[in-house]
């Protein structure tokens, strides 16, 4: 059998496009690696620090940290978009170069450190949070008046980013705002006055870290934290409801709640995942 000329170029080209697709897989699935055992490591020590004075904590190889574990390698393949990309364009420009280029260009490239290092920071505040929740009656504690408090801010989520908007608009349109609070001094620049109330609004202050509060936290939940919310909290629906709609057992909705009350409360700084 002959072999022409273009046949041996496709062999070149598949050649080529299996050897980047599988050094492409191999890059990711290191960094991939590296950030999931940076952090769970980081979430088993915030776990070791809740349970201070504990006999027979969870080994990390215990099924319990299962579902820990399989969020955290979703959240992790979730976020790493970006990062993937540019490996994809560093494995290219390598491989044009093989087999002669025996370096790794990857560890010296700017953007790919930034992003790596954003990527692990929010997997690291991932696994600290989350971890929080794990191992029953050895998760953090909770006072019922701290959980009756998250939980009336989670319901008056949309009211509270609404009367935000009507704050911030009288602010700017010069009428007074809700809790404004006075400053010593008189500015007579219109504009920078503005900016002064719209900075020292003492209900703007504490309703904004509020929301935000609640959206860093759905960022770092799951799916069905967010439907929850979005139910229970948004919605309105009666817990019986929630629970059959997301098809849930009694003991899946309360957990899900606590889990969603607790990481709120985090945000907030009026929980502690971590002794510090």
Known sequence: ???????????????????????????IKDIQDYLFETGFLKGYKVYLK??????????????????????????????????????????????????????????????????????????????????????????????????KYIEYELYSYQQTKKEIKICRDSIINGSPCIDEIKTKGKISNPTANKANKLVTSAFLNKSERTINAINKSMEILNYNHKRLFELRYVEGLYWKEVYL????????????????????????????????
């Open 245 to 276: 709609e997301m098809n849930l057992s009694d003991r899946s909705y309360y957990r899900l709640r606590r889990e969603l009350v607790m990481t709120v409360g985090i945000q907030l700084g009026m929980l502690n995942s971590e002794d510090k």
């Open 50 to 147: 809740n349970i201070r004075g504990i006999k027979n904590p969870i080994e990390k190889q215990d099924k319990k940290l299962d579902k820990f574990k399989e969020d955290l390698k979703s959240y992790i393949k979730m976020k790493t978009p970006d990062l993937e990309q540019r490996i994809k364009e560093l494995v290219l420009e390598e491989t044009k170069e093989w087999p002669l280029n025996k370096k790794n260009s990857r560890d010296k490239d700017v953007e790919f450190i930034n992003l790596k290092k954003e990527l692990e920071y929010k997997v690291l505040e991932f696994s600290q949070t989350r971890m929080g929740h794990i191992g029953g009656d050895y998760s953090l504690k909770i006072d019922k008046s701290v959980f």
């Open 1 to 27: 059998m002959k072999i022409g000329k273009n046949d041996v170029v496709d062999n070149y080209v598949e050649l080529y496009n299996n050897i980047w697709s599988m050094a492409v897989a191999d890059d």
